[in-house]
T-cell receptor, first 114, second 112 residues
Framework: DTAVSQTPKYLVTQMGNDKSIKCEQN?????MYWYKQDSKKFLKIMFS???????INETVPNRFSPKSPDKAHLNLHINSLELGDSAVYFC?????????????FGEGSWLTVV | KQEVTQIPAALSVPEGENLVLNCSFT??????LQWFRQDPGKGLTSLLL?????REQTSGRLNASLDKSSGRSTLYIAASQPGDSATYLC???????????FGKGTHLIIQP
């Protein structure tokens, strides 16, 4: 069983479109995250949710809007896509924040904006 | 703000060698430090997590150490195998739901 699953795995879309990436975890974790890995392979946190509540919102454009319908799901919606949004987006989860627990990552969603 | 640096950026060694990957972090007030492996086109697999109160963790041929006072961690891989080829990422946690601060990784190639 996949612990953290995200869909779609690959997404190619045109500039200006709106797209969503879905994430689900079946680990019973309280905290979920979205990370972005850019073309230089550098991973950086975008958002963190704890029990459906936004904890971290790093400096990302407000075109990016996370939605957490329940603590097992954290979806990422992106409006008005730009070329620079092309990256790999990773969803992750952990129990009660990262302080003492392993963080589990999804397989990633490869977004290409053309 | 925490910064994590990994040296070397890339490493290529013959099969069977023991090797050490280095990670340094600027803020010693961490809750834990985690080592991950990333294969091309794949997500991240957690290898070892060292709590701030611990000095090292071992899993099979992997051993990770942590020296908070000097802001350093090392990942030791014994008897390397071609299947160990991947990018190894070090990440420091500030605690709570702050997430992880990642280094840029070490791209490791083990030559058969």
């Amino acid at each position: 069983d996949t612990a953290v699953s995200q869909t779609p795995k690959y997404l190619v879309t045109q500039m200006g479109n709106d797209k969503s990436i879905k994430c689900e975890q079946n680990l019973g974790h309280d905290t979920m995250y979205w990370y972005k890995q850019d073309s230089k392979k550098f991973l950086k946190i975008m958002f963190s949710y704890n029990n459906k509540e936004l904890i971290i919102n790093e400096t990302v454009p407000n075109r990016f809007s996370p939605k957490s319908p329940d603590k097992a799901h954290l979806n990422l919606h992106i409006n008005s896509l730009e070329l620079g949004d092309s990256a790999v987006y990773f969803c992750a989860s952990s129990q009660r924040g990262i302080s003492g627990n392993t963080i589990y990552f999804g397989e990633g969603s490869w977004l290409t904006v053309v | 703000k925490q910064e994590v640096t990994q040296i070397p950026a890339a490493l290529s060694v013959p099969e069977g060698e023991n090797l050490v990957l280095n990670c340094s972090f600027t803020d010693s007030a961490i809750y834990n430090l985690q080592w991950f492996r990333q294969d091309p086109g794949k997500g991240l697999t957690s290898l070892l997590l060292i709590q701030s109160s611990q000095r090292e963790q071992t899993s099979g041929r992997l051993n990770a150490s942590l020296d908070k006072s000097s802001g350093r961690s090392t990942l030791y891989i014994a008897a390397s195998q071609p299947g160990d080829s991947a990018t190894y990422l070090c990440a420091a946690s500030g605690g709570g739901a702050d997430g992880l601060t990642f280094g840029k990784g070490t791209h490791l190639i083990i030559q058969p």
